[in-house]
Every structure is written in C-alpha cells, then in structure tokens.
C-alpha cells in the first residue's frame, strides 16, 4: 500500500496509507458509528458521493458477503483506523479491499479516526479530499 493522506478544507491534514481504489476522492466527510455492517455502509444510499469516516477501530473482519449489499450506490470515500486485509468467516465472498477496488471507492486508513471524528461532531461535516501521494 502507498501513503495517503485526508486534507479537510480548513488545511487540517492526516497522514495514513491508501487501500481501495487507486485514486482521489473529493467530497463532504461525515461519519458513521456502525460497529458492525460494513458492507451496508459501503453500499448506503445515504453515503453515496461522501467520505464516510467508520468510528470502530477495524473494519473487514469477516468480509464482503453480497447478501449484504443494500444498493449499488456507493460512497466516493472510506477511512478507517484499521483495516483486515485477510478476512476471517466462513460467509466472505471478498475483501473489503477487493470490494472498494471494485465499486470505485478510494480507501484510507491509518489515521486517527477518533480526532477527525471530534473535528466533524464539533464543526459539523466539512469537505475533504483523499489523496494518495504521488498520484
């Protein structure tokens, strides 16, 4: 994985490590505080075209499973502090990786979720921009 990084519209930066779809992401950042359901954050039609924040420390413990999938709408961004590249459950059918791969969905992780997620519930959502360096 390459480095990354989020960059909010008031100059705040984090730094972290790009996963998903090999490219930007620019739109409004909100949050969702799901402890479980990652597949149906990543295909909620309320998320489509936002970067979507995951409060919970990891994500893609037990995969992708398409029985899952609410809809074909999809966010154009997910952070995540963690994420579990090696999925653990007899239902999986992909990784979450491979699933953002495929619906265009740029990934980043690494960062810390817990500060961007107080920026976002004191200052209301903002735009942001996903960036993998040396795009």
């Known amino acids: 994985m390459s480095k990354a990084y ?47 924040v995951a409060t919970f420390p990891i994500v893609g413990v037990p995969g992708i499973n398409d029985d899952d999938v609410l809809s074909e709408h999809s966010p154009a961004g997910f ?29 980043l992780y690494g960062i810390d979720t817990r500060r961007l997620t107080h920026i976002l519930r004191d200052n209301g959502t903002t735009k942001g921009k996903i960036v993998k360096l040396g795009v």
């Open 6 to 52: 989020l960059i909010l519209e008031d100059g705040t930066r984090f730094d972290g490590m790009a996963f998903g779809f090999d490219g930007e992401a620019e739109a409004e950042v909100v949050f969702d505080t799901s402890m479980t359901g990652f597949t149906e954050m990543l295909s909620n039609p309320q998320h489509k075209g936002r970067i979507v």
């Open 79 to 107: 952070i995540v502090r963690e994420h579990c590249p090696q999925p653990s459950n007899f239902r999986c059918e992909t990784t979450i990786d491979d699933f953002m791969k495929s619906r265009s969905i740029v990934g």
